[in-house]
Nanobody, 120 residues
Framework: QVDLVESGGGLVQAGGSLNLACQAS????????MGWYRQAPGKQRELVAE?????TYADSVKGRFAISMDIARNTVYLQMNSLKPEDTAVYYC????????????????WGQGTQVTVSS
């Protein structure tokens, strides 16, 4: 079993910053990749950023957000700067996990989501 624990969401004014964190724990051999997705009201869930060997970003957040991963702690961070009201959404952590019970496969796990609200 793998658990994802997210933190760092909240309410900020436009132009402010937040730092999201998500740690994967459980019967983990490795976490080859982690990422952040978000879902705004009335919209589909979309990629924000992912990191494996390198990082990828949605065009809408390039230059403002930075994703990083602490491999030793199985933790992914999302530093969000210059936040805009359009960034308001529930942010979901995603982890691609290689578990001890299924060493030859990678399973994707999702966090419960953390609310990010940016006021104007």
């Amino acid at each position: 079993q793998v658990d994802l624990v997210e933190s760092g969401g909240g309410l900020v004014q436009a132009g402010g910053s937040l730092n999201l964190a998500c740690q994967a724990s459980g019967s983990i051999l490795s976490v080859p990749g982690m990422g952040w997705y978000r879902q705004a009201p009335g919209k589909q869930r979309e990629l924000v950023a992912e990191i494996q060997y390198d990082a990828t970003y949605a065009d809408s957040v390039k230059g403002r957000f930075a994703i990083s991963m602490d491999i030793a702690r199985n933790t992914v961070y999302l530093q969000m700067n210059s936040l805009k009201p359009e960034d308001t959404a529930v942010y979901y952590c995603k982890a691609d996990v290689r578990t001890r019970s299924a060493v030859w496969t990678i399973t994707t796990y999702w966090g419960q989501g953390t609310q990010v609200t940016v006021s104007s």
